[in-house]
């Protein structure tokens, strides 16, 4: 008598786009990160590195979220990422604690304020850094 073997896990079309957009969104970050760090000042550099992290934690932990969470990690690293260049005095480059807020908002939205993000400059004097 021959026994069946049960069928190999295959992955679904629903996770392998869901592993495919988590590592889009996280190559977006990783490649601005590494663009932006040459021209950045110590304390710029720090809030720019933090942001990239909890930017990170949210594409992974929302992988497997609703659409609309999916949305608005997708929209903060899109806000994150999006480079203005300036042409003098015309346009101005998008600052990291414009980028700070909208993470921040979403971090909140989400319901994960352990991920709030605080520049250096924003830390009240003896107040543990985050």
């Known amino acids: 008598m021959a026994v069946e073997k049960a069928p190999a896990a295959v992955p679904t079309a629903g996770r392998w786009a869901a592993r495919a957009g988590t590592d889009v969104l996280i ?13 950045l ?16 934690e949210l594409v992974v932990s929302t992988a497997r ?9 997708r929209a903060a690293v899109h806000y994150f990422v999006l ?12 600052s ?20 709030l993000v605080e520049a250096r400059w924003d830390c009240r004097p003896g107040s ?3």
């Open 27 to 39: 190559r977006k970050v990783d490649g601005h990160l590494a663009a932006v760090r040459t021209g």
């Open 96 to 115: 990291l604690t414009a980028a700070q807020r909208v993470v921040n908002r979403v971090v909140l939205d989400l319901g994960r304020p352990d991920l």
């Open 41 to 56: 000042a110590e304390p710029e550099l720090e809030l720019a590195e933090r942001l990239a992290q909890v930017l990170r």
């Open 65 to 73: 979220a609703s659409a609309a969470d999916r949305g608005r990690v």
């Open 83 to 94: 480079r203005r260049e300036s042409r003098g005095r015309l346009l101005s480059v998008r």
């Open 128 to 130: 543990p850094p985050r």
